[in-house]
């Protein structure tokens, strides 16, 4: 092991640590946390994994342009060399997608009404289908799922679907898929060498490359052919979405040899904002429900301030936000101990430098520890404790503590869908807690225990509710 590097796990060439445990990775982490300090390596395959377990050295790093790349694995580029899109790119396309992004998100997602009322109805709809089974034991609709990705197709493309609609179905199918498959990428990214000493076919056939390139295919097709509808019924002076906006920025740059846009890289753009923003909001979602069944008490407080700022069911909008501390506090809360994206997204160092005294060579991969981040007593005061109340003021008001505090990540690559996740989240549980007490079935309980069987996202194990409507 070469020295200065940090302390952790080495191994041998080629195959670095393998542990022969059953324990997750999150486990393990936490074991070298405790054993070595705030900052670990843990060699996998031949990818050097730095895990930061503090606050203060993740935004340290995260602020540092040499630790802002993504990894220059298949898994994110899904064969685009170079990476294309906005999560997984690199450099100026990486840089101009980011800005135009955030200039999109800002325009359209916070506050101004055609989103947010596009949240709201899709909301109601999710309510229809909860009164449905009122009463009965069952898990969460389907529908929160289509809520949730029709929000974005309405943001990205002026679209939206019925549950039934078969190209969402599909749609939704094929982005289950894309995760399940792009996880056999995993071996090109970690043990490369296996390609040279395996027959091509073979090593096709393991990360099953064909149905790669097939699923790629199909999936991409939507979004082409969306792109070029918009095209031909582009109007400049009236953009209607995320996809004109990016159409009109191109064609103001045609003469430009500089410009980064193409048809392929706005298709990698609306793919990364249908991946980043909607597993990570369902899922959110889905916990907040789950530790409100486990927390009668804090929804009886959730309950009484919707019912004061929002009588006689008056529907949310963003204007009630600052009157309504406590639906802030409880969104906080969930985001903070549910821990949904427990590594981040990796970032990749870019040039050799120095972090927290130990070298981090060139290439190295960087993940934030989250979870440690969140459970961190120097943070917070009972930190397993869900506790809404820790994010209100003597005064009673809300107040956002950053310090700590890393749902969405922070630094160069801080999450761009912020504004618009935490918009979704507040119309959510105001419309939904508004009509509806829920609650595990009678004699049962909720397990709020994780599933930590896959690497990128801790998420809510199967439980069973029962939402009751609300006199
Ligand atoms: C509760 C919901 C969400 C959570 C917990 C979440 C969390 C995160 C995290 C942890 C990162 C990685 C930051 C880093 O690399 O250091 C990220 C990046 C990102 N998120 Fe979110 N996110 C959420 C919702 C959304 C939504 C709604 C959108 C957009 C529709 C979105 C779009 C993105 C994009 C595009 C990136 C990549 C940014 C870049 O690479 O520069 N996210 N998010």
Not at 94 to 118: I, P, Y
């Amino acid at each position: 092991k070469p020295s200065g590097l940090p302390p952790g796990r080495w191994g041998v060439p080629l195959l670095g640590y393998i542990p022969f445990t059953t324990k997750s990775i999150e486990e393990q982490v936490t074991e070298l946390h405790k054993k070595h300090g705030d900052i670990i390596l843990w060699r996998m395959g031949t990818q050097s994994m730095v895990f930061l377990n503090s606050y203060k050295l993740v935004r340290e790093a995260f602020s540092r342009s040499e630790i802002s790349d993504r990894p220059d694995w298949e898994t994110f580029k899904f064969f685009e060399d170079p990476a294309v899109g906005i999560g997984s790119s690199n450099g100026t396309l990486w840089h101009n997608n980011r800005r135009f992004a955030l200039r999109q998100l800002r325009d359209l997602g916070m506050g101004k009404s055609k989103l947010v009322e596009t949240v709201q109805q899709q909301t109601l709809i999710l309510r229809e289908t909860l009164a449905k089974t009122a009463g009965t034991p069952g898990e969460m609709p389907h529908q929160l799922h289509v809520s949730i990705i029709n929000i974005i197709w309405q943001m990205v493309a002026n679209r939206h679907f019925d549950a039934q609609d078969k190209r969402l179905k599909g749609f939704v199918k094929h982005m289950d898929d894309f995760v399940v498959l792009s996880n056999r990428l995993a071996f090109k990214d970690f043990m490369p060498w296996l390609q040279n000493i395996m027959p091509d076919f073979l090593f096709k056939i393991l990360i099953k490359h064909h149905d790669m390139v097939a699923m790629k295919e199909k999936f991409f097709g939507y979004f082409h052919e969306e792109i070029q509808q918009h095209r031909a019924t582009l109007d400049p002076d009236n953009p209607r979405d995320v996809i004109d906006g990016y159409l009109i920025e191109m064609e103001s740059q045609k003469d430009d040899p500089e410009s980064t846009c193409s048809d392929n890289d706005l298709a990698f753009l609306v793919f990364d904002l249908f991946f980043a923003g909607s597993e990570t909001t369902v899922n959110t979602f889905i916990w907040m429900c789950y530790y409100l069944a486990a927390h009668p008490h804090v929804q009886r407080k959730l309950h009484a301030e919707i019912d004061e700022v929002l009588p006689d069911g008056v529907l949310a909008s963003l204007a009630e936000k600052s009157r309504m501390p406590y639906t802030e506090a409880v969104a906080n809360e969930v985001l903070r101990i549910s821990t949904l994206v427990n590594f981040g997204i990796q970032h990749m160092a870019s040039a050799d430098t120095q972090l927290g005294g130990y070298s981090i060579p060139k290439g190295t991969i960087v993940s934030s520890n989250v979870y440690a981040v969140h459970e961190d007593d120097n943070n917070w005061n009972r930190p397993l404790d869900f506790l809404p109340e820790r994010w209100l003021g003597e005064d009673g008001k809300f107040t956002m503590k950053k310090e700590g505090f890393l749902p969405f990540g922070v630094g160069k690559r801080v999450c761009v869908g912020e504004s618009l996740a935490r918009m979704e989240l507040f119309i959510l549980t105001t419309v939904i807690f508004q009509s509806f007490t829920v609650a595990p079935p009678p004699g049962k309980t909720i397990n709020l225990v994780p599933d930590l069987s896959s690497f990128f996202f801790r998420k809510p194990k199967y439980n069973e509710l029962v939402f009751t409507e609300r006199k």
